[in-house]
């Protein structure tokens, strides 16, 4: 199946701080998605991006499909931003396989 | 749109009793839904794909007999633990797909075996 690594593991931020999580995966995907899990463990889907940018208001997202891999971009962060990113993939078994996220913290 | 409820968030049972779990998508049809366990400080892990009609598909390592799936239309899958041990305490989440919007997850259950 197709492997998915996201870094860093762990960022630690202060607000107002930016900050880029990237999601390299090893496969051509036909879909992938950026969630937060938020401290309550609820799975919020941020981004629907297998290909191309978008952006929602602080939030950004790039994926670069030909050379596997997507960045998700915070910009001004707040406390509220604190939780897991995660980035799941699914290729042609329409699957989606999850990394390990990044555990982010952001401190006022 | 594509909106997933789970049911219920948190649950509390005794060793050797049964759960179920409820995932319903409430604004389109999901013919086939997908049941992830997730373990304290760690990322979901597929259980089982679920298909509407059908018997679920178990990943290896995942007992069907002790984790029962059903999706008995193509708005609800249910997840029965049976036997419930406290190993199987752990946070159980399921999804849905829409050509739309991608995959949509329902909030999540917290399942504690005591």
């Known amino acids: 199946g197709i492997q998915v690594e996201q870094s860093p593991p762990d960022l630690i931020l202060q607000e107002g701080a930016n900050s880029t999580l990237r999601c390299n995966f090893s496969d051509s995907v036909n879909n992938l998605q950026w969630f937060h899990q938020n401290p309550w463990g609820q799975l919020i889907n941020l981004f629907y991006?297998?290909?191309g940018t978008k952006q929602n208001g602080r939030l950004s997202a790039t994926t670069v499909a030909t050379e596997r891999y997507s960045l998700l971009y915070i910009s001004s962060s707040q406390t509220t931003d604190s939780g897991v990113y995660f980035c799941?993939?699914?290729?042609?078994?329409?699957?989606?396989?999850f990394g390990r996220g990044t555990s982010l913290i952001v401190h006022p | 749109g594509a909106v997933v409820s789970q049911h219920p968030s948190r649950v509390i049972c005794k060793s050797g009793t049964s759960v179920k779990i409820e995932c319903r998508s409430l604004?389109?049809?999901?013919?086939?839904m997908f049941w992830y366990r997730q373990f304290p400080k760690q990322s979901l892990m597929l259980m089982a794909t679920?298909?509407?009609?059908?018997?679920?598909?178990?990943e290896q390592g995942v007992e069907k007999d002790k984790f029962l799936i059903n999706h008995a239309s193509l708005t609800l899958s249910t997840l029965t633990v049976t036997s419930a041990h406290p190993e199987d305490s752990s946070f159980y989440i399921c999804?849905?797909?829409?050509?739309?919007?991608?995959?949509?997850f329902g909030s999540g259950t917290r399942l504690t075996v005591v």
């Open positions: 799941a993939v699914s290729g042609g078994s329409y699957i989606p396989t």
């Open positions: 991006i297998p290909s």
């Open positions: 604004d389109f049809q999901a013919t086939t």
């Open positions: 679920s298909n509407e009609g059908s018997k679920a598909t178990y």
């Open positions: 999804s849905a797909s829409n050509s739309a919007y991608g995959y949509t």
